[in-house]
């Protein structure tokens, strides 16, 4: 695990010190956005247009922030324009690395895994390095790449998912909506305590260097958990009768808290099973076509468990839980609106 300064890569882990023990995200630096027909939306930038095989992204299935790309990518049709990589799930000093020769001596390949067919690459960070030269930051999936000026378009997987969205709507056909216009300022609104609380509150858990910042992370999560638990009580989906953006958001963390929040993060005053709502409501998600595909148990539970030695020196990976995603949910019975 580690960063790039100035273009130069360095072995190093969060610093949670100068917080107090908290866990602080870093900010995505790579924002550009995909227009359908040119005309950018940003002047100083270069022109990104929707065309079909002209961009790339880079995932790991262990990550919530890139598994929603991949979610993007199915439900928007959009499989045969814009390929995918997988990195391997165990991440070490070279941070997240490819299938291949140099992988570290410490890591295993994992089934799932690739090699860098596009850039022919043995570190993500170098992907990074041929985007910017000189870029300082976290080296981070997903990434979108573009082929043509082989460039990353953007690391941010909430605008990656906002652009899958809407920008190749006009070749491939699928005008399926998840962020429709009349339901914005709901999704906004719950987004964002959902981030905060849910999101990356099991990570300001599970990276927590002090009691207080764990506790403080610990409460947040489950108060937002059971707010949650309360409106899928009355509602089939976040904001209404529809499947938003704001519904994925949430899947891909929801997917993970029982398998490795609960252990590895001590995210543990509950489990996602235990929530009547919740749990029937992750049901309905994972069992939508196109979904299961894209949950790779594997390849979650040997990243956390094997990546973070400082949480699990032993690097032992857990066997269970042993849940079956594919019984009924019943969701169909809740009332709606
Ligand atoms: N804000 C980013 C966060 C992405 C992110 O933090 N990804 C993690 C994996 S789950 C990562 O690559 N971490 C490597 C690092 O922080 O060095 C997004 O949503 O796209």
């Not at 930051?137 to 573009?146: A, E, K, S």
Request: aromatic fraction near 12%; hydrophobic fraction near 35%.
């Amino acid at each position: 695990m580690g960063l790039l300064q100035d273009g130069v890569w360095k072995d190093q882990w969060y610093p949670t010190k100068e917080n107090g023990g908290k866990f602080v995200r870093e900010k995505s630096q790579f924002r550009h956005r995909i227009t359908p027909e040119g005309g950018s939306v940003d002047e100083n930038a270069p022109e990104f247009i929707a065309e079909a095989q002209r961009y790339h992204l880079y995932v790991s299935l262990a990550c919530p922030w890139a598994h929603r790309t991949l979610i993007f990518r199915e439900l928007k049709s959009l499989q045969a324009y814009i390929s995918v990589s997988v990195v391997e799930p165990h991440m070490l000093h070279n941070g997240w690395e490819f299938s291949g020769p140099n992988q570290s001596d410490a890591a295993s390949h994992i089934k799932g895994a690739e090699t860098d067919r596009l850039n022919g690459k043995d570190f993500l960070y170098q992907i990074y390095q041929a985007a910017s030269s000189d870029y300082t930051g976290r080296v981070t999936v997903p990434v979108l790449w573009d082929k043509k000026t082989k460039t990353i378009v953007n690391n941010e997987s909430s605008d990656i998912i906002r652009i899958f969205n809407s920008a190749f709507n006009h070749l491939t056909g699928n005008t399926v909506d998840l962020y429709p216009e009349p339901l914005r300022d709901d999704i906004d609104e719950v987004n964002d305590w959902i981030y905060s609380s849910i999101n990356n509150g099991v990570y300001r858990a599970g990276f927590a260097t002090s009691q207080e910042a764990y506790n403080e992370a610990f409460d947040s999560l489950f108060n937002a958990l059971d707010k949650v638990e309360k409106i899928l009580q009355g509602k089939r989906y976040l904001t209404g009768e529809m499947i938003t953006e704001a519904d994925w958001r949430l899947f891909t963390t929801l997917i993970r808290f029982d398998s490795v929040y609960v252990g590895h993060f001590k995210a543990n005053r509950q489990t996602i099973e235990q929530y009547p709502a919740l749990s029937a409501y992750l049901r309905e998600l994972y069992q939508i076509e196109g979904i299961a595909a894209t949950v790779n148990f594997e390849h979650i539970k040997q990243h956390y468990y094997f990546s973070h030695a400082h949480i699990n020196p032993s690097r032992i990976v857990p066997k269970g839980p042993f849940i079956d995603y594919h019984s009924p949910h019943g969701r169909d019975l809740v009332d709606k609106g």
